[in-house]
């Protein structure tokens, strides 16, 4: 009788010790855990400016684009006169 109790206090300490140590890795791996989204969360906000800068250089070049395109039929008129052809062809 003395020997089975022995047996299981050994069996219910080494358990304990287990339990413990794998409640003690499962925080490890809940910090971790919690620096992996803290990272990702920071890179999901640079993505974010990243985005935002494309698209506001985008809307430069296209305005960019446009006044150019404006400016190069102000110059044709000018150079093509009031009747649609050059200046000084009959």
Same mark, same amino acid.
């Given at each position: 009788?003395?020997?089975?109790?022995?047996?299981?206090?050994?069996?219910? *300490?080494?358990? @304990?010790?287990?339990? #413990? +140590?794998? &409640?003690?890795?499962?925080?490890?791996? $809940?910090?971790?855990? /919690?620096?992996?989204?803290?990272?990702?969360?920071?890179?999901?906000?640079?993505?974010?400016?990243?985005?935002?800068? *494309?698209?506001? @250089?985008?809307?430069? #070049? +296209?305005? &960019?684009?446009?006044?150019?395109?404006? $400016?190069?039929?102000? /110059?044709?008129?000018?150079?093509?006169?009031?009747?649609?052809?050059?200046?000084?062809?009959?």
């Amino acid at each position: 009788m003395v020997i089975a109790i022995t047996i299981l206090s050994v069996l219910v *300490a080494g358990m @304990s010790l287990y339990l #413990i +140590s794998a &409640i003690l890795h499962i925080g490890k791996i $809940q910090k971790e855990l /919690e620096s992996i989204a803290r990272e990702q969360e920071m890179q999901n906000h640079d993505l974010r400016a990243l985005i935002k800068a *494309a698209r506001d @250089s985008a809307e430069a #070049i +296209s305005s &960019i684009n446009e006044y150019l395109v404006e $400016q190069s039929k102000k /110059e044709m008129q000018k150079k093509l006169g009031a009747f649609g052809g050059p200046i000084g062809e009959a």
